[in-house]
């Protein structure tokens, strides 16, 4: 009897013990939470609560995190706080603000976020360290003012005529396969689109059935998906080590490998007819002529370049290819705003072919073409920055190692900027005289030091080709399918793949 009183006592005190021990752990991480919070609040940004760990991302939505992003910014203001898994950073929605922010050299930076580092490798262009993207960003805009982008280049003429020759075998493709045809011109636009990169960036003339061509476009497409912006991964990379994330990171690894060789083959071909007679006729001769001339070995090396090609081709044709299947589809679903764009092309080109010094008297066309870019933000996200140190504008800290984001969506989508955002509007970029006014809210190629170089190539492209479509087609919507405008919000927001009826004219 006594044995078995001493054993209950002991068993009281064990559980006693290990009740204290869990009351303790309690306390302890209650104490770790609320000094997470408040730290995390101390001098900072207005924001939503964020749990430890995980931060916000339990709440954002991996579809639309755009539009989740939004709705925090209509509720704390053109800048505000918010903790994304083990990141901290400043959501910037008012496009002002952010010129200033983006204008300072403290602010060149990117972010460690885990997958595009995975995706850029810390080499290239888009997401190099600043030293290293300086020169880059050099030899990369005089390339391009050499290939014909400024205004005044002598090969100005060539350039666009390349484009137009590519603009119009893209409609000889459509028109070719009847009076009425019912098709999705994703495929069309993609091949031709990157013929023009192809030619002016690897010297390669891409067949329909290039095999080469079709691996490079699919595995770009998959990367774009895979490296979103609202991805656990950048946020938690820890995730990696467990098998959901683990697998879809092997998968990313791979297709970004079968990305590098792609590029290798190109590059090697160049190299093998590459002579040093200071000249070059594509983007891959003018960096071997750049590293035969003495470019630092660090920089002008063979990984770095197939980086830079990577970067160069992927910017310049994905948010081209993507932004041209939106106009085709707005076009389609406004027939009014088409034959009004059709009209100012008949009005102002009078039969020639459009040269990119017509594009100031087309008004009309200036504004639709920027609506669209406007309503349906090819970047929702921006692409992000980093606070090397603390940041002071307008009596507002940001401080050092704070990861910035542009949210372009929300700047082009604020009510007190744009009334009524969300209807198609395109005489909002018109002023009283009907003349093209562009906004200072509107900026689809972001802002700043570090803003896009290749601006003005895809402008061209996207000029050209909407010559060359009103010119040929009238694009109507499928039949009584009507036309999906939700997209799909990966890095770039693309369209969901649909059908529209090409009519020739």
Not at 182 to 197: F, G, K, M, N, Q
């Amino acid at each position: 009897m006594l044995t078995s009183q001493i054993h209950d006592k002991q068993v009281l005190l064990f559980y006693s013990h290990i009740i204290s021990m869990l009351v303790a752990a309690l306390v302890i991480l209650v104490s770790i939470f609320i000094l997470y919070v408040y730290y995390d609040r101390q001098e900072h940004l207005p924001g939503p609560w964020s749990l430890p760990i995980i931060g916000y991302l339990h709440k954002l939505d991996p579809v639309a995190p755009n539009l989740t992003l939004t709705k925090l910014a209509q509720k704390y203001g053109p800048i505000f706080g918010i903790k994304l898994g083990l990141v901290n950073i400043a959501v910037i929605s008012e496009a002002k603000l952010l010129k200033k922010v983006l204008l300072k050299d403290e602010t060149l930076g990117r972010p460690p976020l885990f997958m595009l580092h995975e995706m850029f490798g810390g080499k290239g262009l888009t997401y190099s360290p600043v030293s290293l993207w300086k020169d880059q960003r050099k030899f990369t805009a005089n390339f391009l003012k050499s290939a014909g982008i400024t205004k005044f280049s002598p090969a100005r003429k060539e350039l666009e005529d390349l484009m137009t020759n590519y603009a119009e075998d893209f409609v000889d493709h459509v028109s070719t396969q009847g009076n009425r045809v019912t098709l999705d011109p994703s495929e069309a636009l993609v091949h031709y689109v990157c013929s023009i990169a192809g030619t002016l960036l690897l010297g390669k003339l891409f067949s329909w059935d290039d095999e080469g061509r079709r691996n490079l476009i699919h595995n770009l497409d998959t990367i774009l998906h895979e490296a979103k912006l609202g991805g656990a991964l950048n946020y938690l990379p820890f995730l990696r080590f467990l098998p959901k994330y683990r697998e879809s990171l092997v998968a990313f690894r791979e297709t970004m490998d079968k990305v590098r060789k792609n590029l290798a083959v190109y590059i090697n071909e160049c190299q093998k007819t590459f002579s040093n007679d200071d000249s070059s006729t594509n983007f891959i001769e003018a960096f071997l002529l750049q590293r035969s001339r003495g470019g630092p070995p660090e920089i002008y090396n063979v990984d770095q370049l197939i980086y830079l090609v990577f970067d160069v081709f992927l910017g310049s044709t994905e948010t081209t290819i993507s932004l041209l299947k939106w106009i085709i589809l707005y076009l389609a679903q406004y027939q009014d705003v088409q034959d009004k764009v059709r009209q100012e092309f008949v009005e102002v080109l009078q039969g020639k072919t459009l040269e990119m010094s017509d594009v100031p008297k087309l008004s009309y066309t200036q504004a639709v073409l920027s609506e669209v870019s406007r309503i349906r933000t090819l970047v929702p996200l921006g692409f992000p920055h980093y606070a090397s140190e603390d940041i002071h504008v307008d009596d507002i800290k940001i401080r050092k190692g704070t990861t910035i984001m542009p949210l372009l969506w929300a700047i082009h989508m604020d009510p007190k900027v744009w009334d009524q955002p969300e209807d198609f509007r395109p005489e909002r970029f018109l002023d009283e005289e009907n003349k093209f006014a562009p906004s200072e809210s509107f900026i689809p190629f972001q802002c700043g030091k570090r803003m896009c170089v290749g601006d003005e190539f895809a402008r061209m492209m996207i000029y050209i080709f909407v010559a060359g479509l009103v010119k040929n087609f009238r694009v109507e919507p499928c039949g009584s399918i009507p036309v999906d405008f939700s997209g799909v919000c990966g890095l770039s927001l693309v369209p969901k793949a649909q059908k529209v009826v090409f009519v020739n004219i």
